[in-house]
């Protein structure tokens, strides 16, 4: 089974402030990673698949790039509405396939 | 728009069934495989089940493969999970999602997901 691993666990910014957040795979998933957004009581929301493909209707400001085991999701200028937990998933190797532990944005 | 609204959720003995359904619209339910993943309170996210569009083929994580079955009626545009020999483990919200792209075959990227039902399995 491969293991991601989200780092950090949680993330403090201010509006405005850039996010970086990372995760690693315990072997390689090549290009097949996947953000998700998750906010409380909300649906999910794809945000990139495939590394680095930004999903329908997904800001410019969410990007995505790694390949391997290591992965990163960057959010270059925080909005108020992106304060939420953010998932990585593998579907390289499956079965299982398999979702990160999660990294909270919080506000600062 | 596409919208996936699941229900069934509740409570339920250990040992128990349950029957989840996901409502889908928007886009046509004939050509997407779907999904079923769920968050267990204060956990991550787990991959339970995914069918593919002509729901020929399924995949089961092994923490539910033997308990659970996932299906679809294209009739009603719903996709199910049956649970059975439910266990304290299997709390959580089970959310069901769309696949990407209208391969057939499940891709586990999930482009759409509705927001979720509670099963609690406790005596």
């Known amino acids: 089974e491969i293991v991601l691993t989200q780092s950090p666990a949680t993330l403090s910014l201010s509006p405005g402030e850039r996010a970086t957040l990372s995760c690693r795979a315990s072997q390689s998933v090549s290009r097949f990673l996947g953000w998700y957004q998750h906010k409380p009581g909300q649906a999910p929301r794809l945000l990139i698949y495939d590394a680095s493909n930004r999903a329908t209707g997904i800001p410019a400001r969410f990007s995505g790039s790694g390949s391997g085991t290591d992965f990163t999701l960057t959010i270059s200028s925080l909005e108020p509405e992106d304060f939420a937990v953010y998932y990585c998933?593998?579907?390289?190797?499956?079965?299982?396939?398999?979702f990160g532990g999660g990294t909270k944005v919080e506000v600062k | 728009e596409v919208q996936l609204l699941e229900s069934g959720g509740g409570l339920v003995q250990p040992g128990g069934s349950l029957r989840l359904s996901c409502a889908a619209s928007?886009?046509?339910?004939?050509?997407?495989?779907m999904s079923w993943v769920r968050q267990a309170p204060g956990k991550g996210l787990e991959l339970v089940s995914s069918i593919s569009a002509s729901g020929g083929s399924a995949y089961y994580a092994d923490s539910v493969k033997g308990r659970f079955t996932i299906s679809r009626d294209y009739s009603k545009n719903t996709l199910y999970l049956q649970m059975s020999s439910l266990r304290a483990e299997d709390t959580a919200v089970y959310h069901c999602?769309?696949?990407?792209?209208?391969?057939?075959?499940?891709?586990?990227?999930?482009?759409?997901w509705g927001r979720g039902t509670l099963v609690t399995v406790s005596s």
């Open positions: 998933q593998q579907r390289y190797n499956w079965p299982p396939v398999t």
């Open positions: 928007g886009f046509t339910f004939t050509t997407y495989a």
């Open positions: 999602a769309k696949d990407l792209d209208p391969t057939g075959d499940s891709s586990f990227r999930l482009d759409y």
